[in-house]
């Protein structure tokens, strides 16, 4: 089967504004653009369920460009369909500083991007998250409230990450039927032939993990849109739509090579795919023709949508799938943790803060149904699970615990799907030397600023025996490193409660440090105040002491014993506990003058590298801490071995004074 | 079928070793030493080949741990077959510090023990690399010289994590027939069932990446014999042999549960086990008569060894293949390195450092037939191919270059099983960014102090339009942060010279931060002093300067233009480059006070976040660099709207004075 002219033309818009940015830009990948524009004509005409004058509806259609190198492809569609905020003029400026046309989609840019996309098989990997979201919410709320499907595009790229292995067992096993990924199978990375580095049979291999698959001609408009009315009829499983396509389509010498994939094509090129295109039209001005047509295919929904607001309003459920959408918490959630918390003064239970955690939790999901909890195959180390917490399965899917399976990648890169579909708070939890494993995912929380939250449990050495392939050293340091990134270490169940707080009341993606040993309750007074919330607060002793010592996590505890210690020897000492270095910072630097203070005796104390402290510190602090990997034994033996002990701290305070 | 008495002994001693070790420590994993015995006992008493005498022979078959928490199955084997230092003393002292036998399998604490695991997947990541060592020394030296096997045994937890995907796809790819990975399919992860997390087919999964598969009963050490010696028979495929195992094997209530996975038995549970087992001899006291066979399994293969060295000393590339399994350059490498910095000095091109790198590979790869290069897909960005470098393929065994695909953590990941192998010193590019992507590799690297090079081009928002998915702005920081590793970040080609000098001949793992924009030479004089090699020194300025700047990498070139105009304002300053912070700090306290100075103002300029340099920076000093995620946009757009400049590096340096 061949396309009409119609057909064509509509595709040929797409190709010829993204060679026509790429060109202008001098810089970005037109080969995409080029080689799935029947595929994006016929989802953005035909198939999917949008209104781009409502981008925000809550049940529309998501598209994912997950090889978010062709963001012209989507930034092309969303100026054809008809997106006010994607004018000619952001094409244009495609590449530049302040345009909403970045070098890859930016999530927040403008609408109709629905998440980040850039680094390779993260775009796929979020949209198990998103149609997990969908799946979730629709047996919550109803199906004549939420119902939509998930489309993603991904390129070999995607599919050779390893985290899309990931994203597609765990897609298979959930049998998320509403996502449906269609792979630009062009055969050519940015090396030349897929066949160079890969032999994979993709059709057998998402068989394999208990996919539906559909093979086609990418530029056939009319297989595609048979393909993709076909997978939207699985009732039981996600769908591949293995598309075959040229890359750079219609170039005349480049097309179907890596030379179109990441560079202009050239002004002769250009004009030679033109001509064989039959695009006739100057660069940036699409015929009202084809224009007129595209517009009218993006206002194809608003009846839908339409009805869909009627059925909202006639909704007992109206109000809280409102304020599940907008990410607002409920008004007592404030009052239930300082409930909470004033028990806590009661209690001063001595517990590990994965377990605080845990009972910050229960307080939590009571009080959000919101949540989505979830770990890595590490539940009964995480903590992660509270009464509330059934799983999410197939046949569950009112279950509010996600078991990720050992798959730490895709458990982030899921959380920031479900983070940016909306309705749910994601958290999920690993141990902390794996943030490593999931750190694309963590930095993609961070550059998009979604609410996702890291429950990361044994936070250090103390974890004792497994040893140093499981002891974060670096990794404190390397999460503090992350732009926008909160990372919450907290001392004790007072702390975790405070921190988990701030997690749920942030704009930002968080990590708790939380230890597997056990803390004594140091914070054993009630206060409605989040102390927390100020990222580092004088714990105990006074404002002119003669030493002041830092401390996070299950060191403030070694902290304060020191200062007893340097009590016992006439030197006084104020303890400064330090659950997140990232909210200090922003203090006022009245503040931050009055919690640092003017002591001659400056020390910090972490089970973790010095590096993150040294601001802190300045010229005349001294660390207690890790210098070196770790080693496998009992948690008092690592302590003493490494020292980091009240005496080692004593000792750097007394040896500045 | 059923084993015999005398096979049944054998893995028991395994069993018995492994829970009472895990029991006396109170701490550990019986569950996969007690489920895999059976395959151990056939593949170290009749399958693989080594000698525990040498347990360095080069020709060796390689075992490999993959789940790494299951360590007492290779602690209690290596102590059975008679490894020397893998004493019945070490076996007691499980888990404790100063013992070989930490949690998980630590390389370098006892021989026989070839990789380090635990982090899941990784050591059947590294696999792969092994047996691309083990086919292209064959290839270079020769099958009477070079002819072994890699074995791996991995669990559920392996499979699932995404990097399993990108190391069998291209082990499947490169038709690696002498990998033979052993599944311990016991469908038991630590959250319960496999099937509450996974529904993958593993046989149809390495199917379709190319792989033979075979499937028997784990506990029939007959039918185990069988499926190891038909996967040695494979010629272009690797094997998986699907073991269906109990996992607890003998434990009375918990065996086949996840409650034998990561705990000690119990007093009760392990007298059970014994029983059901027929273990009738005392913790930790092996009878002679299974002993004794044991280690008569371990002296097997001392004549195949033997006629080895007897072929080795006849082969007249005996003393190349020596030198080059020792690791040591050979005598002439400086010679050559210093003949290229003497005409680098002459023609101080100005060329970006990932170009200068690909200039000092070509004297390298000339000079050093042990390099296997290599880049996961972007070898045209990163510029790490040389005439020399063919591709390493299935139909070309004797290829020097790797082409990974887009795998950047295989990449890390099987680099770290090549420089284990030993033979070959791998390096592989990608961009800077995706060091996230391959982080647990790079930290296993570094645990290991494996010599592997990675080359990581695009190294800050220097690359442009491509924007913060792409911009690596927290990586030099979050690098730096990990122990063991070295970061050099050189200014020009003189100094990339001298960093790839400094990686070829250091004992620890390298990233090499290199620039896509093209870079002044700052360094044209000829020395055969490695400057580099002191980690940061003066470039220019007079010692008692009344400012020292410093920088790396591609802000070299501002802070000597900044000292330029400094000049012009009056005002002396004194420029560092420090290429490598992890190398200035193992200086001496003279040396490092020379370099630092005790000018008034000190500026540090890098196109990253500031927190690595607040160590050298102190209270008085200030940064010049990215405080957020960058933006895409032409590079000289972005270095003005970051204000990463001369100015204002001038208008630091001027606040201060």
């Not at 505890?557 to 210690?565: F, G, H, R, S």
Request: aromatic share 6%; net charge negative; hydrophobic share 40%.
């Amino acid at each position: 089967m061949t396309n009409t002219a119609q057909q064509n033309d509509l595709a040929n818009a797409i190709r010829s504004l993204s060679m026509d940015a790429v060109e202008k830009a001098n810089s970005g990948h037109p080969g995409l653009p080029m080689g799935c524009a029947d595929i994006a004509t016929v989802l953005f005409t035909k198939v999917m369920k949008f209104d781009p004058a409502n981008p925000h509806w809550a049940d529309r259609d998501r598209f994912i460009l997950s090889a978010g190198h062709g963001s012209m492809l989507l930034y092309s569609s969303l100026y054809l369909l008809g997106y006010e905020d994607m004018t000619i003029d952001q094409v244009k400026n495609f590449r530049q500083i302040g345009s909403k046309t970045a070098g890859h989609p930016e999530f927040g840019h403008a609408t109709g991007i629905e998440t980040t996309t850039g680094p390779l098989g993260q775009g796929l990997a979020n949209s198990v998250g998103f149609a997990v979201a969908e799946a979730k919410l629709a047996a919550e709320f109803g199906a004549d409230i939420v119902d939509h499907h998930t489309y993603v595009l991904a390129g070999d790229g995607c599919l050779m990450e390893g985290i899309s292995q990931e994203a597609i067992s765990l897609a298979g096993h959930l049998k998320l039927n509403k996502l449906i990924v269609i792979w630009d199978n062009n055969n050519i990375t940015i090396d030349g032939k897929v066949s160079n580095a890969d032999s994979t049979d993709q059709i057998a291999r998402f068989k394999a993990v208990g996919w539906n698959t559909i093979e086609i001609d990418g530029h056939d408009q009319d297989a595609i849109e048979k393909a993709l009315n076909d997978a939207k009829a699985s009732t039981d499983k996600p769908t591949l739509i293995a598309a075959k396509t040229t890359i750079g389509f219609g170039a005349p010498k480049k097309a179907g090579t890596e030379k179109v994939h990441g560079a202009p094509l050239g002004g002769e090129e250009l004009a030679g795919a033109k001509a064989a295109l039959g695009i006739t039209y100057p660069a940036f001005e699409i015929p009202s023709a084809i224009l007129d047509t595209w517009r009218a295919a993006g206002t194809r929904s608003q009846n839908l949508r339409g009805e869909w607001e009627a059925r909202l309003q006639a909704n007992g459920k109206k109000d809280e799938f409102t304020r599940r959408m907008s990410g607002k918490l409920p008004a007592d959630f404030t009052q239930a943790m300082n409930d909470y918390k004033r028990k806590l003064a009661e209690d001063k239970p001595k517990v590990a803060s994965r377990k605080a955690s845990q009972m910050a939790l229960e307080v939590i999901n009571k009080a959000l149904p919101e949540t989505l909890a979830g770990s890595a195959d590490l539940t009964h180390s995480n903590l992660t699970n509270t009464p509330e917490t059934l799983p999410f399965q197939a046949d569950n899917r009112l279950g509010r615990y996600m078991m990720y399976g050992i798959r730490e990648h895709e458990m982030g890169a899921a959380m920031n799907g479900v983070a940016l579909h909306g309705g749910l708070i994601p958290y999920g939890g690993t141990f902390m030397v794996f943030t490593d494993y999931a750190r694309p995912a963590i930095r993609l929380s961070a550059l998009m600023e979604q609410r996702v939250i890291y429950v990361m449990t044994h936070d250090s050495i103390g974890l004792g025996e497994d040893g140093p392939t499981h002891q974060p050293v670096e990794h404190l340091t390397a999460l503090r490193a992350i732009p926008n990134l909160l990372v919450f270490r907290p001392a004790d169940a007072m702390e975790t409660a405070e921190c988990w707080e701030l997690a749920m009341q942030a704009q930002h993606p968080a990590i708790l440090a939380l230890s597997r040993q056990n803390l004594p309750a140091v914070r054993t007074e009630f206060s409605d105040e989040n102390k927390s919330a100020k990222g580092a607060y004088t714990l105990l002793g006074p404002a002119d002491a003669d030493a002041v010592i830092f401390a996070t996590g299950s060191e403030v505890a070694i902290a304060v014993e020191a200062q007893k210690q340097l009590s016992a020897q006439g030197i006084s000492a104020r303890v400064v506990s330090v659950p997140s270095m990232e909210l200090f910072a922003k203090q006022s630097d009245s503040y931050r003058a009055e919690v640092l203070g003017s002591a001659k005796a400056r020390v910090a104390v972490e089970a973790g590298i010095e590096m993150s402290w040294n601001k802190l510190l300045g010229d005349r602090g001294r660390f207690v801490g890790m210098h070196s990997f770790g080693a496998s034994g009992p948690i008092d033996a690592l302590y003493e071995h490494f020292g980091i002990t009240p005496k080692a701290v004593v000792e750097a305070v007394t040896a500045q004074l």
